[in-house]
């Protein structure tokens, strides 16, 4: 919809837009909006649905949303550039014994472990 050259032009990104109806018809969109849905009905049945932004005492609203949206993007590209997501990684690679995926759990969780003390400065 953005820029239908490139995407005719990429490997991964061709399928959807050959695909009839165009990618507005692949079952990942219904999935993704059925989960949205989903999750506000449960939070709104159970009393629990209210508009907020959860923050730390030093991190403005704004710093949060900008946070929350530069974490989502990377995870969303790194996603694609692995052609996966980390639970996938994790529970199928490693259900397969998979060395990489050994690997790469460890290192994730090493990760969070050294940048989670960063973290846990904004928001106290």
């Known amino acids: 919809m953005i820029s239908p050259a490139k995407a005719q032009s990429s490997?991964?990104?061709?399928?959807?837009?050959?695909?009839?109806?165009?990618?507005?018809?692949?079952?990942?969109?219904?999935?993704?909006?059925?989960?949205?849905?989903?999750?506000a009905a449960s939070a709104w049945l159970a009393g629990r649905l209210r508009f907020e932004i959860e923050r730390g005492p030093r991190m403005?609203?704004?710093?949060?949303?900008?946070?929350?949206?530069?974490?989502?993007?990377?995870?969303?590209?790194?996603?694609v550039l692995?052609?996966?997501?980390t639970s996938g990684q994790a529970l199928t690679g490693g259900a397969l014994l998979s060395v990489g995926s050994w690997l790469f759990m460890i290192g994730a969780f090493a990760a969070a472990y050294l940048v989670a003390p960063a973290v846990k400065r904004a928001w106290l």
């Open 11 to 39: 490997a991964l990104f061709a399928g959807y837009v050959n695909a009839e109806g165009g990618a507005w018809t692949d079952w990942l969109i219904f999935e993704i909006l059925g989960v949205a849905i989903g999750g």
């Open 82 to 85: 692995a052609r996966g997501c």
């Open 60 to 79: 403005s609203r704004r710093g949060r949303l900008v946070a929350a949206f530069i974490g989502g993007g990377v995870m969303g590209i790194g996603a």
